[in-house]
T-cell receptor, first 116, second 117 residues
Framework: AQKITQTQPGMFVQEKEAVTLDCTYD???????LFWYKQPSSGEMIFLIY??????QNATEGRYSLNFQKARKSANLVISASQLGDSAMYFC?????????????FGSGTKLNVKP | GAGVSQSPRYKVAKRGQDVALRCDPI?????LFWYQQALGQGPEFLTY????????KSGLPSDRFFAERPEGSVSTLKIQRTQQEDSAVYLC???????????????FGQGTRLTVV
């Protein structure tokens, strides 16, 4: 069975500082993708970053980077230079190649609050 | 349209009432997904369409839930005889998806918040 675990229900960070949101996953599949989505209060899920299981380098997208540690099955999101607009729910998700890459298994989310 | 559009944004239903939730995916997107997001939880997969074919409905919680996409574009999620436990946000997502293309991004709508009273 596939499972995503986010152990931080809520996080606070000072504006302009970096923050790490934790995510661990469990799967017996060898080929999978890991995603992070941002969900503001308006409700839509906004794609942030993707990491493939065979990618050797950690993914980066602007201020977002994914700290992928395959042996530990972790895929933490690092947000550098936090901004007030980063306050939202953040979801880690996994999808499997065997099925297709858009059937997601989501974690329970982390609510990030950026303080001015 | 520019993004995935869902309607209505909010729906209040009396217990036992039937409801229909609509999803307009991005034009040309082959794949369409429905997810259910309970309050304070992450979304959970309900069902998947590739064009008009419903390839996976393993996440539908009961036979009261039914989804269709008859022309491979707009999709409707129907819930019959709604129960309080059906209260959730229902999210629709679409993607271009080429099977096995791991880089294809899924675009989500803003969801329909269903409250059953």
């Amino acid at each position: 069975a596939q499972k995503i675990t986010q152990t931080q229900p809520g996080m606070f960070v000072q504006e302009k500082e970096a923050v790490t949101l934790d995510c661990t996953y469990d799967t017996s599949d060898q080929s999978y993708g890991l995603f992070w989505y941002k969900q503001p209060s308006s409700g839509e899920m906004i794609f942030l970053i993707y990491q493939g299981s065979y990618d050797e380098q950690n993914a980066t997208e602007g201020r977002y980077s994914l700290n992928f540690q395959k042996a530990r099955k972790s895929a933490n999101l690092v947000i550098s230079a936090s901004q007030l607009g980063d306050s939202a729910m953040y979801f880690c998700a996994m999808s499997l190649a065997l099925y297709n890459f858009n059937k997601f298994y989501f974690g329970s989310g982390t609510k990030l609050n950026v303080k001015p | 349209g520019a993004g995935v559009s869902q309607s209505p944004r909010y729906k209040v239903a009396k217990r036992g009432q039937d409801v229909a939730l609509r999803c307009d995916p991005i034009s040309g997107h082959v794949s369409l997904f429905w997810y259910q997001q309970a309050l304070g939880q992450g979304p959970e997969f309900l069902t998947y369409f590739q064009n008009e074919a419903q390839l996976d409905k393993s996440g539908l919680p009961s036979d009261r839930f039914f989804a269709e996409r008859p022309e491979g574009s707009v999709s409707t999620l129907k819930i019959q005889r709604t129960q309080q436990e059906d209260s959730a946000v229902y999210l629709c997502a679409s993607s271009l998806i080429v099977l096995g293309n791991e880089d294809t991004e899924a675009f989500f709508g803003q969801g329909t918040r269903l409250t059953v009273v």
